[in-house]
């Protein structure tokens, strides 16, 4: 499927030993309904045959650029500077893009001019392609951007899979992902985007099937997710301020106290409880209500 103007669409996949899944999600762009893509793989220091998944589809469309191991932000900023098309979208190595998924957000961009990111409703599978159930409607960031991703509103998942991007706003305003954070670039990037950016969606049309297993970087708490995101919280506060987000407390109270939970499951007490009092502090009420 094309449409009236068909312009080019660059999908970058950072690729760090996804030998399992690369070759499904490669199948998965490259099968898509609108045919005017190109696919940059950009296999991030793989020690496993990711590499040899990804060479079984032959499609000139499809270019694979190998590196040492840099980290996924790398590897997407630099698909970036690679890529030729005039949207970007940044699909993960493990995630399944609906057939009609690009299609529809390109219609959408046509009909809306105005709208620069595209993104539709996510459906969760596990390990098998199996669907994992959710009691509500699991979809990305349109309106509020920042309210909904520093208040962890459970609805929305910043997943960069989702999201269909004109590239001039990325390159106009020099929008790049954070060297700095692994797990929680994705929430800053969209963060920085929203600043000059407008989102919009196609709701349950263009499906995004998002991979959720035990290995997912987001899902194995470790000492250093926690780190992570106390790195976040860092580069949140040198962009937004109480001046600025009339929420920035709430925003606090709630990383810490997630925080304080995070160490008490890892058994570390002396960070819980200190993580635990910080939130305590920032909202004595909040913190009563949450705990008991």
Do not use: W
């Not at 898509?32 to 793989?41: A, D, G, L, M, P």
Request: aromatic content about 12%.
């Amino acid at each position: 499927m094309q449409t009236l103007s068909s312009p080019l669409v660059s999908i970058i996949i950072p690729c760090y030993n996804s030998e399992k899944y690369i070759y499904q999600t490669l199948a998965s762009a490259i099968n898509q309904s609108y045919r005017n893509i190109e696919v940059i793989v950009i296999i991030d220091g793989a020690t496993d045959s990711s590499i040899n998944e990804a060479k079984k589809i032959n499609d000139p469309r499809i270019v694979l650029y190998s590196k040492p191991n840099s980290g996924v932000s790398d590897s997407r900023n630099q698909g970036l500077e690679l890529s030729n098309g005039d949207f970007i979208l940044f699909l993960d190595s493990d995630d399944i893009l609906d057939k009609d998924f690009i299609s529809h957000r390109i219609i959408y961009f046509e009909e809306n001019p105005n709208i620069d990111v595209c993104s539709s409703e996510i459906i969760k599978i596990d390990e098998k392609d199996n669907m994992i159930s959710s009691p509500i409607k699991l979809v990305g960031a349109t309106m509020n951007v920042t309210q909904n991703i520093l208040l962890y509103n459970q609805e929305i998942i910043t997943c960069p899979s989702n999201y269909l991007i004109r590239k001039k706003k990325l390159i106009t305003h020099n929008i790049k992902f954070s060297l700095h954070l692994f797990s929680s670039a994705d929430r800053l990037f969209l963060i920085d985007l929203s600043k000059h950016a407008t989102f919009g969606t196609i709701d349950s049309l263009g499906k995004l099937y998002y991979r959720v297993h035990p290995k997912s970087m987001s899902n194995f708490l470790t000492d250093s997710l926690i780190i992570d995101t106390l790195k976040f919280i860092k580069e949140v506060k040198k962009r937004i301020s109480s001046k600025n987000f009339i929420h920035f407390n709430i925003f606090l109270f709630r990383s810490y106290f997630i925080i304080g939970g995070s160490y008490y499951r890892l058994n570390n007490i002396p960070k819980a409880i200190k993580y635990s009092f910080f939130a305590l502090v920032i909202n004595p009420y909040l913190f009563i209500k949450n705990f008991f």
